[in-house]
Structures are given as structure tokens and as C-alpha cells.
């Protein structure tokens, strides 16, 4: 069983158009996150939410919106999207809030292509 | 300055070699200290977790960190082809859950 899954894994789209990734965690963790990888490899926290309240929000573009339903999943939506988005787009989730140990295990990745 | 610094590589040693790998942070704050390890076209993987200064010791796998100079490393001994990926450091302050991560250094183990 996958502990955090993404769908799609792959999303080839053209610039202007509106997509959403999802994503599930099934290790009844609190927290979710989603961080980009850009072609360098550098990998930057965007948001994250807890018990679906969002408690990181770095300096994204407004046309990023994040959706948590219930603490098992946290969607991404984008609108207007730009060639500067194409990244990869990870999820992640963890357990701890706050101090102490805080594993955060990865999803495999979104490669998100802008033509 | 980017908060946390790594040496992207490629990183090349012949299977049998040890491997050096270390970041840089600029943030005293900082407290927590991991390694991932991401393969190729796959998510990142918890290596090594450290929080005090000193070593730690797991298997071939060694995490390193001197906060006095701000410094953390990871050597792996008697590297494999298998332990070829890309090896990222992140690094936490003592509140909250935001990892700080670094460029990640490739590393090609040649058999």
C-alpha cells in the first residue's frame, strides 16, 4: 500500500488552462504539505495544512491554491497556469506538530509540464 | 545566501569508495538535521536524523553535525551502484514543521 499518493503523476498542459493535483495520505498523519522541485533539484516548502487548517503558507502566487477536505488529503489546484510552473510538485505528510521528531514521508512526485 | 548550501556535484566515486557529502546552514536556530536520499524520478526518503551535535551511526550510514561551525555531513562506506541518487540535507528549527532543504548533491556510484 502507497503511504502518500499523487495523482496524476504526470500532467503535460498549456499555458492559461486550470489544473488541480491530489493527493492521499493512509498513515493517519495530521499534517500535509506541498513543496516544488524545480529543475535544479531545489525543493521549497509551499504550503501546509493540519487537521485541515493551514499553518504554512510561503510566498506562492495567489493562482496556487491548496484544499484540504479532511486530514488525509490535500489538493493543489492552480489557475492561469505559467512556464514557470512546470516543476515537479511533491506531497508529503507528517505526525508531529511543532518540536520534537517530524518525518516527513514523500509522495512520488507530480512532473507538471506547461507547453 | 541561501539558508542552507550544498555542493549540487555530480559527485563520482568508483563502488567500494566512501562517500562525503555536506551542507552548510547560516541560521543558528536551526536544531533538527536530515538526509533524504531521492532516486531518480521518485520522492525524497528519510536517511538519517540527527538533533544534537556528534555523530550517528546507521548501518553504512553516517550523519555528522557540528553546529558550532554549522556543518552537517553524511558519509556512506563501502558505497554501492545502488546508492546512486541524489542526496538532499533538510534541516528544522525548533517550532514548527518547516524543512529547510538544501540543492541536494547527485552521486554516481561506479561498479
Known amino acids: 500500500d502507497t503511504a502518500v499518493s499523487q495523482t496524476p503523476k504526470y500532467l503535460v498542459t498549456q499555458m492559461g488552462n486550470d489544473k488541480s493535483i491530489k493527493c492521499e495520505q493512509n498513515l493517519g498523519h495530521d499534517t500535509m504539505y506541498w513543496y516544488k522541485q524545480d529543475s535544479k533539484k531545489f525543493l521549497k516548502i509551499m504550503f501546509s495544512y493540519n487537521n485541515k487548517e493551514l499553518i504554512i503558507n510561503e510566498t506562492v502566487p495567489n493562482r496556487f491554491s491548496p484544499k484540504s477536505p479532511d486530514k488525509a488529503h490535500l489538493n493543489l489546484h492552480i489557475n492561469s497556469l505559467e512556464l514557470g510552473d512546470s516543476a515537479v510538485y511533491f506531497c508529503?505528510?507528517?505526525?508531529?506538530?511543532?518540536?520534537?521528531?517530524?518525518?516527513?514521508?514523500f509522495g512520488a512526485g507530480t512532473r507538471l509540464s506547461v507547453l | 545566501q541561501k539558508e542552507v548550501e550544498q555542493d549540487p556535484g555530480p559527485l563520482s566515486v568508483p563502488e567500494g569508495a566512501i562517500v562525503s557529502l555536506n551542507c552548510t546552514y547560516s541560521n543558528s536556530a536551526f536544531q533538527y538535521f536530515m538526509w533524504y536520499r531521492q532516486y531518480s524520478r521518485k520522492g525524497p526518503e528519510l536517511l538519517m536524523y540527527?538533533?544534537?551535535?556528534g555523530n550517528k551511526e546507521d548501518g553504512r550510514f553516517t550523519a555528522q553535525v557540528d553546529k558550532s561551525s554549522k556543518y552537517i555531513s553524511l558519509f556512506i562506506r563501502d558505497s554501492q551502484p545502488s546508492d546512486s541518487a541524489t542526496y538532499l540535507c533538510a534541516i528544522r528549527g525548533s517550532a514548527g514543521n518547516k524543512l529547510t532543504f538544501g540543492g541536494g548533491t547527485r552521486v554516481l556510484v561506479k561498479p
Open positions: 508529503a505528510s507528517s505526525q508531529d506538530v511543532g518540536t520534537g521528531k517530524n518525518i516527513q514521508y
Open positions: 540527527t538533533y544534537s551535535s
